[in-house]
């Protein structure tokens, strides 16, 4: 099977899914915001199902869909003018986004006119939740990434001098190097260091997280730890499948097997897309939302980010979007995000020098 259809088959398809998937989550986004919520300022319980109400969300979502339907005018740039970039098709998602934040900031301002002060909330205080699977299930991505490890090296002594270990977009080996270890084992460590990160954020989150006081909010946290875990195992099936391709010594790949090790975990990825914006939704439509969410305007900036260096919690349930953000104003919070890159970083550099 030729390599170079298959290729271009699969970045173009993958690149238009994703940018089609985008603009689905955009358009549905304002549905899902709590009630008294309207692009993350306070408003009247009801107030997108007034006139005005109505028009801003019209607009948000015309614009929403200019974005997108421009990026896919993007994409089809791309394959039918430029083939030879469709490698880079992936890239559209980026000014995407930010289009998909201009519109929403749009939508934000008109907004604002219509604000109100909402009765004040309960003080913070920090819930702890299990973490899904508990340790053994959150240990299994380690498990994969061991298991490779230990495969490749038991087969270091009957490798040739010089392995592949990268391969270009027509699937032929374009790096070839001594099979030492840290050449060998260079992908499963970076793995390792990533879900370790996703472990990290996974028990801060489920240790200083404010304390549910519905059933929404509970299940909201479950299913986000639960998106974490998913995200690591992901992680892991591919850094741990694409290690192995050394221990093949081929000049090029066949496309069947790039399909078993790269495409599973993207289309898992948006399997995993689908079961949560759906588990969400049903969440959503499902309970009795209160009103607000707990945390003061004057505490947000643009929407996006909290900043409150009198709440004691770190995570804070996004005002527009789903899942959490960080409480931005706390020390811990910066120190976590720098972990979760330096971790992968440092050990990126640290095999560079190895080998």
Request: aromatic share 8%.
């Amino acid at each position: 099977m030729s390599a170079e259809p298959v290729m271009t088959l699969w970045l173009s398809a993958s690149a238009l899914l994703w940018v089609l998937a985008l603009g689905g989550i955009f358009l549905l986004l304002p549905r899902w915001t709590r009630s008294g919520l309207a692009f993350a300022v306070s408003v009247r319980p009801g107030f997108l199902a007034t006139p005005r109400g109505r028009e801003i969300l019209k607009r948000y979502r015309r614009g929403v869909l200019i974005a997108t339907l421009l990026t896919g005018a993007g994409w089809v740039a791309v394959v039918e003018l430029a083939p030879h970039l469709i490698g880079g098709a992936h890239l559209l998602l980026l000014p995407e986004l930010a289009a998909f934040t201009a519109v929403y900031l749009r939508a934000r301002r008109a907004s604002l006119p219509h604000a109100v002060v909402h009765a004040a909330p309960p003080p913070a205080v920090p819930g702890r939740i299990p973490l899904p699977g508990g340790w053994l299930g959150q240990t299994a991505p380690f498990a994969l990434l061991a298991g490779a490890s230990a495969w490749i090296l038991s087969r270091m002594g009957s490798l040739p001098e010089r392995i592949p270990i990268h391969y270009g977009t027509d699937l032929e080996a374009d790096r070839w190097v001594a099979p030492t270890w840290p050449h060998l084992l260079g992908l499963p460590l970076v793995g390792v260091a990533t879900c370790g990160a996703i472990l990290l954020m996974s028990w801060a989150m489920s240790r200083s997280t404010r304390a549910a006081t519905d059933a929404r909010q509970g299940e909201m946290l479950r299913l986000t730890l639960r998106i974490l875990l998913g995200s690591s195992l992901m992680v892991a099936g591919l850094f741990g499948g694409v290690s192995l391709l050394a221990l093949r010594g081929a000049e090029q790949l066949d496309p069947l097997v790039l399909v078993a090790i790269i495409l599973v975990p993207e289309a898992a990825g948006l399997v995993l897309l689908i079961w949560v914006l759906l588990r969400f939704s049903r969440l959503r439509s499902s309970s009795q939302v209160a009103v607000g969410d707990r945390t003061d305007d004057r505490f947000w900036k643009a929407g996006l980010v909290y900043f409150n260096p009198d709440d004691p919690t770190l995570f804070v349930e996004k005002r527009f979007g789903i899942g959490y953000t960080m409480n931005m104003a706390r020390p811990a919070s910066w120190w976590l995000l720098g972990a979760l890159v330096l971790f992968p970083l440092l050990v990126v550099l640290l095999l560079e020098l190895l080998g």
